[in-house]
């Protein structure tokens, strides 16, 4: 049996995964701003530091997993975009870079990262705001973000989740992960039935907006579903499974992009992917 941190475990997703691991006889450190292990807002840069010490004070040094579930939702508020970039992100990376060494004391650790398929559904989000976040400047993001208008919490959910995904991809397969033994990936959940979505279920034009998102297998997803696949990419079975993001969204994502991916490496990218692999070589 193990021990595993789960940001996000006091509701919704990371509760279900909490609870499975639990009832599979792991050992499940939650952290959540209410209700949990290790108490800690993620949405300030003391409280990520109190959940990465608790967390490793908790598991004596040694983590055989991690689920990174903590994550908010587009919403109306002036200060809504800082906290999505701040929890989606910061609490993502920041908490993980803490964690990376007692991963690694385990050997065969695995980290699993929600991400989401807004990643490949919403539209136009700025790359500059996508890149602000993967360098950490949540003020750089804001910037653009704020030219969006009423539209701002939107993109600033959909970079939230690309950012931690090209996070994921690119760390996952470098020495300090996978050289560690470390297996990283992601989940892309879509409509999943979680409190947040039952509150905007609750709100006339969000339902209408919602119930007309394209889902080929109709319906919303159920949270246990969600906690079976997370503990599949925590478990032996998943050894080989690295840097991949895992779509769990009825249909959408392949709705929407099915001729996007996979696709052969074009000619102007090359010369990087020779170099890349002269670099795999040279270790």
């Known amino acids: 049996m193990g ?20 009832a599979d006889g792991h050992t499940v450190i939650g952290v959540d701003i209410k209700a949990a292990d290790v108490v800690a807002d993620l949405a300030t840069a003391d409280g990520r530091r109190t959940a990465a010490a608790a967390v490793l004070e908790r598991a ?28 989606n992100v910061l609490g993502v990376v920041e908490l993980l870079d803490a964690w990376r ?18 990643t490949t ?25 704020r030219l969006l208008g009423k539209a701002a919490p939107t993109f600033a959910y959909a ?3 690309i950012a931690v995904s090209h996070w994921v991809r690119h760390q996952a397969v470098t ?7 470390i297996r990283l990936n992601a989940l892309a959940p879509g409509a999943i039935m979680t409190p947040l979505l039952e509150q905007q279920l609750a709100t006339p034009a969000e339902a209408r907006r919602i119930r007309a998102f394209p889902v080929p297998i109709g319906g919303f997803g159920d949270p246990g579903h969600l906690a079976a696949w997370v503990v599949f990419m925590l478990s032996d079975a998943a050894d080989f499974l690295c840097g991949s993001v895992v779509f769990v969204d009825g249909g959408s994502d392949a709705w929407f992009r099915a001729a996007d991916w996979p696709r052969p ?19």
């Open 265 to 283: 490496v074009p000619a102007v990218r090359l010369r990087r992917y020779l170099a890349r692999m002269k670099e795999f070589r040279a270790r």
């Open 3 to 22: 021990t595993y941190a789960v940001t996000g475990s006091a509701s919704g997703m990371g509760a279900a995964v909490a609870e499975r691991l639990v």
């Open 101 to 118: 060494p007692a991963l690694a004391a385990a050997e065969r650790a695995k980290v699993v990262v929600f991400a989401s398929n807004s």
């Open 159 to 161: 970079a939230s989740k």
């Open 60 to 87: 004596g040094g040694v983590l055989d997993g991690a689920v990174l579930a903590a994550g908010l939702g587009p919403a109306p508020g002036r200060e809504r975009c800082r906290l999505i970039a701040e929890v």
């Open 175 to 181: 020495p300090a992960w996978a050289g560690a033994g």
């Open 121 to 145: 559904t919403v539209p136009l989000v700025p790359g500059r705001v996508v890149r602000a976040l993967l360098d950490g400047d949540v003020d750089r993001a804001l910037g653009t973000l």
